[in-house]
């Protein structure tokens, strides 16, 4: 069993950061991957980024491209999500979640979820 715990969510202006954090704990950590995704109210939960947990290979949404960067810390069991430039349209409630295998966009591919964080962007 892993349980996922984000932090590092909260209230920002837009054009500004936050840096969001997801700290595993269990057993046995060794994921294919880390990624992190968003729900907005009455909105699909979408793929914002992810990064293998071995070779730290990055994938992201267009959407984030440019502005967002997930790095991870193995020693640490965490995972980060540094946001810049911040949209009002980045509102949502983040996860962070542990990735079974290939494809890397698809929910339906994370076992583990955390809990979430909200991040609300103001314009």
């Known amino acids: 069993q892993v349980q996922l715990v984000e932090s590092g969510g909260g209230l920002v202006q837009a054009g500004g950061s936050l840096r969001l954090s997801c700290a595993a704990s269990?057993?046995?950590?060794?994921?294919?991957?880390m990624g992190w995704f968003r729900q907005a109210p009455g909105e699909e939960r979408d793929f914002v980024a992810a990064?293998?947990?071995?070779?730290?290979?990055?994938f992201y949404a267009d959407s984030v491209k440019g502005r967002f960067t997930i790095s991870r810390d193995n020693a640490k069991n965490t995972v980060y999500l540094q946001m810049n430039s911040a949209k009002p349209e980045d509102t949502a409630v983040y996860y962070c979640a542990t990735n079974l295998g290939r494809p890397l966009t698809t929910p339906s591919r994370y076992n583990y979820w955390g809990q979430g964080t909200q991040v609300t962007v103001s314009s």
């Open positions: 269990g057993r046995t950590f060794n994921p294919y991957a």
């Open positions: 990064i293998t947990w071995s070779s730290g290979s990055t």
